[in-house]
């Protein structure tokens, strides 16, 4: 299993711009997650979702959207990208029985 | 969730044990005690969760105190290679979502 795989590691984004990252998982996992952190902080939940068609807010979801329309993917949306986004961005996946979750390598967003 | 409360940074030297306290005092009775790990730039590592029994893997040692306010995770030979930012999270074990709340955790910093 490749795990959890998540596209692109690196992004520059202007002010403004939109952009999809990409998560995938070869698991069967039902539990999806995004997640940000910022420089020397923990993670914060920006949307999960517990299987295909159901999505539910974190902690921070503003400026984001995401959809789940497949077991598979998770992909996570920046409509108008603004400094404050600038983070790194993890995905992970747990199955139904289980905490222990599984994280992808993440991506690195700067917005200038 | 119960909150929980860990140093900011602790040292060990390679070779002995790495001993890492958490605080989790208004835990409920429910509630399970996980460790994640962080290593620079990549995504947390599950390590070992428990409810009130001691546990043991591969990796490390989990202690719970009696009246499971405080646990303790043990690196039994710390390496180099375990440098890096540990998480004690409380969470209650469900099949409904299983978001983690991830604080700030302690950067264990392993010498030679």
């Known amino acids: 299993n490749a795990g959890v795989t998540q596209t692109p590691k690196f992004r520059i984004l202007k002010i403004g711009q939109s952009m999809t990252l990409q998560c995938t998982q070869d698991?069967?996992?039902?539990?999806m997650y995004w997640y940000r952190q910022d420089p020397g902080m923990g993670l914060k939940l920006i949307y999960y979702?517990?299987?295909?068609?159901?999505?539910d807010k974190g902690e921070v979801p503003n400026g984001y959207n995401v959809s789940r329309s497949t077991t598979e993917d998770f992909p996570l949306r920046l409509e108008l990208a603004a400094p404050s986004q600038t983070s790194v961005y993890f995905c992970?996946?747990?199955?139904?029985?289980?905490?222990?979750?599984?994280f992808g390598p993440g991506t690195r967003l700067t917005v200038t | 969730d119960a909150k929980t409360t860990q140093p900011t940074s602790m040292d060990c030297a390679e070779g002995r044990a790495a001993n890492l306290p958490c605080n989790h005092s208004t835990i409920s009775g429910n509630e399970y005690v996980y460790w994640y790990r962080q290593i620079h730039s990549q995504g947390p590592q599950y390590i070992i969760h428990g409810l009130k029994n001691n546990e043991t893997n591969e990796m490390a040692s989990l202690i719970i105190t009696e009246d499971r306010k405080s646990s303790t995770l043990i690196l039994p030979h710390a390496t180099l290679r375990d440098t890096a930012v540990y998480y004690c999270i409380v969470r209650v074990e469900e099949t409904s979502g299983s978001r983690l709340t991830f604080g700030e955790g302690t950067q264990l910093t392993v010498n030679p």
């Open positions: 992970a996946s747990n199955p139904l029985w289980s905490n222990e979750q599984y």
């Open positions: 698991m069967n996992h039902n539990y």
């Open positions: 979702s517990v299987g295909a068609g159901i999505t």
